[in-house]
């Protein structure tokens, strides 16, 4: 059977999917109009800037030929006589150092030519040759008597330092000043119209688009494919509209190709500036968009399902989690207690629930509370069984050391004996310091040394700043018994106990160590759980249950051993100083 849970997340799901589908389509379609309608608008606005770079490049060769035909050296120039052949040269040198810099510094001026009406001629780049396509005479008869200008269509010329070039002639009547009527020759400026391209060849439109040039009479004047240079266009029909009007886009069929044709026209050059590009290149565009979309769609579908899950969970959860909680009253844990948010059947459910935990609570309070007394108890049943164990022992060691060396070291021992059990019994206070904890210990190791034939190796390394903070009474003794009678007692070679002690931030952490036997993690874990045997390790239990007793579960201790290899003992308990009690009586 289909849980409610299920079927909600399902239902939810499959209309949030059916509703990213048809918002991704109607997206896909939209951004394909989209596409075509950035590119046109785009493009146009490229064109247009297109046309004022042209319109610059023509104001700089009308204020080039202004400059040209006001000119003293070149106006003297057309007014020579041929015969006067030593003021030619000189005229020459003058116009082509004249003029050099300002070709060399125009780099769609191929050259500047002026042709006198005395027959004589000036060229910056030599004497040229026309290979066809427009005749210059033409051109040379239609100059206007005003010295407008004249402007050809795209052709081939040859210049003998230069090679050919497809080149745009600027044509003007050079008059006299003095005289306007008067003739004096005819300029020319030739650019190149490689150059001229560079403006627009840049400008991508898609992968294989391509933007040219042409005039309005319908010849091509700029193409970066230079074989359609020259080519006649207008009675193409798919170019019809682009010379019908002043800008806009349109499709066309181009050889079988599905082509966007934008187009804009200039106002003052009588240039139309066309772009092409097959419009599969600007689908890819869209389909770029449409597997992004898609994509959107299939991480939309994901969300979906894990809100629709998070939503059926939330209709769904009020249930499970009361299940939940009769589960885990149960199993025994009866702090639980269910939120009641609603006002509904299971907002019932849920107060009956929170009733009847309330009185099992209530009914088991009291066999707890005796439980925590026992355990304190037991507890300090632990702490009592501490003194008679050493005291059997340092008797023992008082009575042999009277019959070996009549008495000579029973003072001392006596003396260790007495501070020991002073700091032990600590006025009836659990809690002592630092300080008396080490001279605890340090009485301890007094008695023990007799106990040896060979004195084990003892260093004590704790910081002094330590001293005055708080801590609970015989914690490192026992330690440091067991590291003597069960880690380095029965080792063959010097033994050693090393007891250090430094702060670690909020904490105390003091170590007791040895190069002892060692024990497995078998036996680590039967001292902590109660079932070592013997008496062995039942020092470090105590004293891991009374610090957690005291100061909380977070500390206590912790054991680091291997058989062989010694044992590390650590005690970790918090950094506080309190006074209470413990002073020691003089």
Do not use: C
């Amino acid at each position: 059977m289909r849980s409610l849970k299920y079927e909600l997340t399902l239902y939810i799901t499959l209309v949030i999917v059916i509703i990213l589908t048809a918002v991704g389509s109607i997206s896909y379609r939209s951004n394909k109009r989209a596409v075509e309608l950035r590119v046109s608008e785009s493009t146009v606005e490229n064109m247009k800037q297109i046309d004022k770079n042209f319109d610059y490049i023509l104001g700089d060769i009308k204020d080039i030929s202004l400059f040209v035909v006001s000119n003293n050296n070149i106006r003297n120039y057309t007014k020579l006589q041929k015969d006067e052949t030593d003021k030619i040269s000189d005229t020459l040198l003058k116009l082509n150092e004249e003029f050099a810099n300002l070709t060399n510094s125009k780099t769609y001026i191929s050259a500047i030519n002026v042709y006198g009406e005395n027959g004589l001629n000036f060229e910056t780049a030599g004497p040229s040759i026309n290979l066809g396509g427009v005749n210059m005479s033409d051109y040379e008869k239609m100059l206007p008597k005003d010295g407008s200008f004249v402007i050809t269509p795209t052709y081939k010329r040859y210049y003998p330092p230069m090679g050919s070039q497809y080149v745009i002639s600027f044509y003007r009547q050079i008059n006299d000043i003095n005289n306007f009527a008067r003739k004096l020759g005819i300029l020319r400026i030739d650019l190149n119209e490689n150059e001229i391209s560079k403006i627009y060849k840049d400008i991508k439109l898609g992968s294989t688009g391509h933007i040219f040039v042409a005039n309005k009479d319908g010849y091509v004047v700029s193409h970066s494919d230079k074989s359609e240079i020259s080519h006649y266009i207008k009675d193409e029909p798919y170019f019809e509209n682009a010379f019908a009007s002043n800008e806009g886009y349109y499709r066309e069929k181009i050889n079988g190709v599905d082509t966007l044709i934008t187009y804009y026209t200039s106002r003052e050059l009588n240039l139309v500036i066309i772009g092409m590009v097959p419009f599969k290149e600007l689908i890819n565009e869209a389909e770029v968009a449409r597997r992004l979309n898609l994509l959107l769609i299939i991480i939309g579908s994901v969300i979906a399902l894990i809100l629709s899950y998070i939503i059926s969970l939330k209709i769904t959860q009020p249930i499970k989690k009361l299940t939940v909680l009769m589960k885990m009253v149960e199993e025994g844990e009866l702090d639980v207690v269910f939120d009641i948010k609603r006002k509904d059947e299971i907002a019932a459910l849920g107060r009956s629930f929170n009733s009847m935990t309330a009185e099992l609570r209530t009914l088991i309070e009291d066999v707890y509370k005796n439980q925590i007394s026992r355990k304190e108890a037991e507890l300090r049943a632990l702490q009592s069984q501490i003194n008679p164990h050493f005291l059997y022992n340092t008797l023992d060691v008082i009575y042999w050391t009277s019959r070996m060396e009549k008495a000579p070291k029973t003072g001392e021992i006596i003396n260790a004996l007495a501070k020991l059990f002073r700091l032990g019994l600590n006025r009836g206070s659990e809690i002592t310091t630092v300080k008396k904890e080490l001279e605890h210990l340090e009485n301890y190791l007094i008695i023990q040394k007799m106990r040896y034939d060979e004195v084990p190796q003892i260093e004590i390394d704790v910081d002094r700043s330590l001293d005055e903070y708080s801590t609970i009474k015989v914690i490192l003794q026992p330690l440091v018994e067991n590291a003597l009678i069960h880690g380095i007692a029965d080792l063959e070679g010097e033994g050693r106990v090393r007891i250090t002690g430094r702060a670690e931030g909020k904490e105390i952490v003091l170590v007791v160590s040895d190069n002892g036997v060692g024990m497995d993690e078998e036996t680590i874990k039967e001292i902590f759980q109660g079932d070592f045997q013997a008496k062995k390790g039942f020092g470090l239990k105590n004293v891991n249950e009374r610090i957690k007793l005291y100061f909380g579960e977070k500390y206590g201790i912790k054991i680091d051993s291997q058989k062989g290899k010694g044992t590390r003992v650590e005690i970790r308990i918090p950094k506080v100083s309190e006074k209470i009690g413990g002073e020691e009586a003089d």
